[in-house]
């Protein structure tokens, strides 16, 4: 059975980088079947997609996001990585890894989550 564990990114502080990453295992990042993604929860607000990384390393992000936004794949040790840069207090949120059905684009398992707190 698949499992995804978000990192602990610990504080950051406004215009710094954060960078999450996402440890899959009971799966390949490379499995031909499925897409890994990132999605966010701000505090009251409802879900965001963020980006994702298929299978052969190609990436997709939100068009909002995509200038701040990079996701790659460590393929040795099966994760993969959120780096978004410049936050500012509106990036906090929860932040979810996941995983994608590419014929479905269904969301078929998620990361616990962990929370992100922009402040200085």
């Known amino acids: 059975q698949v499992q995804l564990q978000e990192s602990d990114p610990g504080l950051v502080k406004p215009s710094q980088t954060l960078s999450l990453t996402c440890t899959v295992s009971?799966?390949?990042?490379?499995?031909?079947?499925?897409?890994w993604t990132w999605i966010r929860q701000p505090p009251g607000k409802g879900l965001e997609w963020i980006g994702r990384?298929?299978?052969?390393?190609?990436?997709y992000y939100s068009p909002s996001l995509k200038s701040r936004t990079s996701i790659s794949r460590d393929t040795f040790k099966n994760q993969f990585t959120l780096q978004l840069t410049s936050v500012t207090p509106e990036d906090t949120a929860v932040y979810y890894c996941?995983?994608?059905?590419?014929?479905?684009?269904?969301?078929?398992?998620w990361g616990q989550g962990t929370m992100v707190t922009i402040s200085s």
């Open positions: 996941a995983r994608v059905v590419r014929s479905s684009d269904a969301f078929d398992a």
């Open positions: 009971g799966d390949s990042v490379t499995a031909g079947y499925y897409d």
């Open positions: 990384i298929n299978y052969g390393g190609t990436t």
